[in-house]
């Protein structure tokens, strides 16, 4: 994978795009994995001890909100609430921290399938 430069960021396939965000969704995850993934690393960045604590008042404020009651009735402000949210939050985490748990939520464990016989084999009548 080539480092960042200053006109862009290294996108998941190690391609360097102008103006690229860092946080990069996963070409071919699609729309609920995209999502899952969002939901995991905002889960994993409120455990991790070096996101500022006031940050992580962000993501429990935009849930205060969409649990309390509003005056303005409808789904809309409520997703754009929510997206707003999460992204600001995603942001203003040191980007370290984030590239971090990304890593580890994408990261593929490489190894090999085999099929154990039984210890047992099953007896023929």
Known sequence: MTAPD???STGPEGIIRP???ENPIVPGGGVV???AQRIKLIL???ADRR???LVKLI????LIYLVWPDP???PIDDAAAIWLGTYLF???CPPEVVREHQEALTSVIEGRFREVPDKDPPKQT
Not at 59 to 62: A, F, H, Y
């Open 72 to 74: 303005i009735i409808g």
């Open 90 to 92: 995603v942001e203003l």
């Open 33 to 35: 994995q995209g999502l």
């Open 19 to 21: 103006g690229m965000s």
């Open 51 to 53: 996101v500022n604590p």
């Open 6 to 8: 200053e006109a862009g």
């Open 59 to 62: 993501p429990i404020g935009t």
């Open 44 to 46: 994993r960045l409120l």
